[in-house]
């Protein structure tokens, strides 16, 4: 086989053998406070937004501090008006690092599962 040929054929195996689209779940797409971000005062919520509509009884959040209690304030729930975010609010967070784990069941029946930190900024 020319190594054209080659490529070519390893391209139409990657086409066929490819896994099941991602974008056919409900990944996190952006929260606020973003991922990994610092911000400087406590936010009194977070904020993620998903790539797909949201199942709201089977989808949670929880935030926890760097000793493992957990800092939301509540379950989270789907904003009425858009159903691809989920809103927690937050107990009075000290400055510190904290540990978002999210799982959702997204409208298509699949549950995704992440988690990422966000950091409250001394002043
Ligand atoms: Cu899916």
Do not use: C
């Given at each position: 086989?020319t190594t054209?040929a080659t490529?070519a054929?390893?391209?139409?195996?990657?086409?066929?053998?490819a896994p099941?689209?991602?974008w056919?779940?409900?990944?996190?797409?952006?929260s606020d406070?973003?991922v990994?971000?610092?911000?400087?005062?406590?936010?009194q919520?977070?904020?993620?937004?998903f790539?797909?509509e949201?199942?709201?009884?089977?989808?949670w959040?929880t935030?926890t501090?760097?000793s493992?209690?957990t800092?939301?304030?509540?379950?989270a729930?789907i904003?009425?008006?858009?159903?691809?975010k989920l809103?927690?609010?937050l107990?009075?967070?000290?400055?510190g690092?904290y540990?978002?784990?999210?799982?959702?069941l997204?409208v298509d029946?699949?549950?995704t599962?992440g988690?990422?930190t966000?950091q409250?900024?001394?002043?």
């Amino acid at each position: 086989m020319t190594t054209r040929a080659t490529a070519a054929a390893l391209a139409l195996a990657a086409l066929l053998f490819a896994p099941a689209p991602i974008w056919a779940h409900a990944f996190l797409d952006h929260s606020d406070p973003a991922v990994g971000s610092t911000v400087p005062a406590a936010p009194q919520a977070l904020n993620l937004w998903f790539t797909q509509e949201l199942e709201p009884a089977f989808s949670w959040v929880t935030v926890t501090d760097k000793s493992g209690a957990t800092v939301n304030d509540g379950s989270a729930a789907i904003d009425p008006n858009d159903q691809t975010k989920l809103i927690v609010k937050l107990k009075p967070l000290d400055p510190g690092t904290y540990t978002v784990k999210w799982h959702v069941l997204s409208v298509d029946t699949h549950t995704t599962e992440g988690d990422f930190t966000f950091q409250v900024g001394k002043g």
